[in-house]
């Protein structure tokens, strides 16, 4: 009986991403489970009222009753991912597949605020809202908040990336920011400036509210003092280069260590 209800999971999770890629065959569906496909579950899905089948086109669809199980599986698996990878750096993949088929609604709700109510899986595919992501709102006390919510001079864990293209995410993984490691906020104005792995680099707005942090459960470690913090502010007030593409104008003298400082930014591009 379990197994059989894993199976129906698994023809349903298959059919939401297919569409999601604009896929609706049956020949479609058969490829994408391979061995895995089975009539027989997919009859067993139309009786239950969960998918329509066309004989006449061989089209195969979510019922609006079968989206909302899809959608269920869809995010508890998504959501499953993205604790793996981003808090046990493990085989998420594989685990992912075990995790979506055990946990209740209410538990993965539960994660997803732990994690700040992520946008996205690690393969950068839409994770459904819940209730949870609906509701939350600031009322919330999240575990996980985005970088540019830190004071200057506090350093946090990266938790995750919502990257809004590869090529963005392809970059701040060349700049070593990614799940994991460690970052300080050194400037808010008039761009962001960050240390990561012994590098300071400068970051627009748009890229600093995709990375989110650990917040101050454990896994976030304040400034040494704020004296320190204002110190290397005012050090890193001339920076105006945006590794994004975007340039302001510098306004302040040039002295040897903003020179040097700058060629080392201007290096990271």
Partial sequence: MINR??????HLERLWEMKENGLESVNDLEEAENVDFDKRVIEDLVVEGLVDVSEETAKIVLTESGKGQARRIIRAHRIGERLIYDVFGGDFETAACEFEHTVTPELVDGICTLLGHPGECPHGMPIPEGDCCRSSAGAVNKQVLPL????????????YINARDDRQMHRLDGLQIRPRTTVKLHQQYPCYVVECEGAYIALDDDIVSSICVWSNNGRFQPANSESDGLKIKRRHRWTGVSLFGRRRQENASRTSEDTFLKTTLRGKK
């Fill in 5 to 10: 209800r894993r199976e129906k999971e698994e």
């Fill in 148 to 159: 540019k919510e830190l004071e200057i001079g506090d350093s946090a864990r990266v938790a």
